[in-house]
């Protein structure tokens, strides 16, 4: 192929993205130095620029997450982590350093809760949790020893994610990060405010945890089209 049909391929959106940013810096970089009078990125159009794309969560309902509680797995292990984490939103990096000393009691002992600095955002989170969630701590003998043991190659807990999933027959492409999206819908579609899971998940900032919401909407509107659907055939003129 020639030159021209390279030029004539598309790119991802996130190499624009990536690109975009680079060429941005460096404009903005020689109109400091005085090597320009004005950045020229500044004079495209909002359609003209790249954008983040939403990507699409992948959750697993509160009756797919039912079915995967009641599925063996060959990892027990990795079993009682995953369903830990959709009960707490935890990362799969906090999960494997989650300790008993991160376990704490409200001032009239009537609930437990974590309370955890994020590796990724350094956030301290603060999440209460349920008899289920507790129920999947083992017990240690050290405080600072880690709760869970499981394989340190993601890729190997991924496919054990995966080989479970199956048996519990969901189709959906279920990693340990799914066990995140997992608890943000299952919040929200009990009730929970989103400001409330936004502070739960620790997100710096709403709009992120408006993603979920979305979703729910989406929900609601599918509900509702596939009510149209049933009834349409019978519904009188």
Same mark, same amino acid.
């Given at each position: ?10 790119? +991802?959106?996130?190499?624009?993205? =990536?690109? =975009?940013?680079?060429? &941005? ?22 359609? $003209?620029?790249? @954008? =983040? ?29 995953f ?6 939103g935890?990362?799969?990096? !906090? ?15 009537s ?11 350094? =956030?301290?989170v ?11 701590l083992?017990? &240690?003998?050290d405080?600072? $020893?880690?709760?869970?043991?499981? +394989?340190?190659?993601? +890729? ?6 995966? $080989? ?8 959906? @492409?279920?990693?340990? @990060?799914?066990?995140?999206? +997992?608890?943000?819908? *299952? *919040?929200l ?27 729910i ?9 596939m ?6 055939? !019978?519904?009188?003129?």
């Amino acid at each position: 192929r020639g030159l021209g049909d390279v030029y004539k391929r598309q790119i +991802s959106n996130c190499t624009g993205l =990536q690109t =975009q940013a680079v060429l &941005t810096a460096a404009l903005n970089t020689a109109l400091r130095d005085g090597i320009i009078e004005r950045n020229p990125m500044t004079l495209l159009t909002s359609k $003209e620029r790249f @954008h =983040q794309q939403e990507s699409k969560r992948v959750y697993l309902t509160i009756d797919e997450l039912k079915r995967m509680m009641a599925t063996p797995c060959e990892d027990g292990e990795l079993k009682k982590a995953f369903l830990f984490a959709c009960f707490t939103g935890l990362r799969l990096s !906090d999960i494997r350093t989650f300790t008993w000393n991160k376990v704490l009691a409200t001032p009239d002992d009537s609930t437990r809760y974590i309370r955890v600095r994020m590796l990724k955002t350094q =956030q301290v989170v603060n999440v209460p949790l349920s008899k289920d969630a507790l129920g999947y701590l083992r017990e &240690t003998e050290d405080g600072d $020893e880690p709760i869970f043991r499981l +394989s340190s190659a993601v +890729s190997v807990i991924e496919q054990r994610l995966a $080989e479970w999933a199956k048996k519990a027959e969901i189709e959906k @492409h279920v990693t340990f @990060h799914v066990s995140r999206h +997992s608890y943000a819908t *299952m *919040m929200l579609t009990i009730g929970v405010d989103i400001y409330t899971v936004s502070k739960l998940l620790g997100h710096k900032n709403v709009a992120t945890t408006q993603i979920y919401a979305k979703i729910i909407d989406q929900k609601k509107i599918d509900a509702v089209n596939m009510m149209d659907r049933f009834f349409g055939k !019978d519904r009188q003129a």
